[in-house]
Structure formats: C-alpha cells, structure tokens
C-alpha cells in the first residue's frame, strides 16, 4: 500500500494567505506560485475569513502565511484561533513590525514562524521550507538584533 504523507514533496504543499492588502497578496501568491511544489489554496482579507476558508477547504492547508495587522481580526488573534482549531496547520506571520513584543505575542499564539515583509523577497521560501520540516524560523535581521554585540 502505497500512503502519501501531506509533507512529501512530490505532492503540492497547501498554502493559505492573509492580507488586507490585495496587491501585496497579489504579488506573494505569484512569487509562491513560482514554485511548483507550493500550492495557493485560498486568500483572505482578514483574520475572520481565513478561519472560515480553512474551515470549508478540505484537505485542509497545511500552511497560513498571515499578516500581523488586518482588521477585524488581526494575525496574532487569527493565529491563536487556527493553533486551537487546527493544530497541525503552521503559521508564517508576515509583518512590517520587528518590535520584541510583536514576535513574543506572535510565537506566544503558536506561530511557527516571523518574516519581516523587508526580508520576503530574500528569505520568503528558506522560511517556508524551515516550517515545512518543523523548525522555527525568524527573518534574519531579527536574528541579528537579538545576538550579543
């Protein structure tokens, strides 16, 4: 018997995107669409609507790229709902906020990772790809900022 494992490359990785701004949302989903192991599932504008696309799209995603400030809901609220509900699905908080308490809110509600929207066009798959095989990933310059001088 021959079973498929969700994380198995030669079968498209199931990606979900949030973020208020359509055209950013846009040009990421035509960036990950480049890969032909990435699959774009859905899209949402908010936090509300992508707990309901993940509550309707079966087999559910197995990745959230979500934006930390959308209305209504924003990412981190968003990201503490989907870690309750759907444990399994990793979360890739993209933001232009590199504050501390943004990233210790963001991995406080169970993010898997924290990409500045300044880094996406550099480490955007890296990040995914460190999700992807269970690990924790921060934008390098959040790294940086946080080693000893």
């Not at 032909?36 to 899209?43: A, K, R, T, Y």
């Not at 444990?87 to 210790?104: A, D, M, N, Q, T």
Request: no cysteine.
């Amino acid at each position: 018997m021959n079973l498929r494992k969700a994380n198995d490359n030669e079968y498209p990785y199931r990606l979900v995107l949030a973020d208020d701004d359509s055209l950013y949302r846009l040009a990421l989903k035509r960036i990950l669409e480049e890969k032909s192991d990435l699959e774009i599932v859905g899209e949402a504008n908010d936090g509300f609507e992508l707990l309901s696309i993940l509550s309707s799209i079966k087999p559910i995603p197995q990745m959230a790229i979500v934006d930390i400030s959308m209305p209504n809901l924003g990412g981190i609220k968003a990201t503490s709902k989907i870690k309750s509900t759907y444990p399994g699905v990793k979360v890739l908080i993209l933001s232009i906020h590199r504050e501390k308490e943004y990233i210790r809110e963001a991995l406080a509600a169970g993010a898997d990772g924290y990409l500045l929207k300044e880094d996406a066009d550099t480490e955007l798959f890296s990040a995914i790809k460190k999700i992807r095989q269970g690990g924790i990933y921060l934008s390098s310059v959040l790294v940086k900022d946080r080693e000893p001088d």
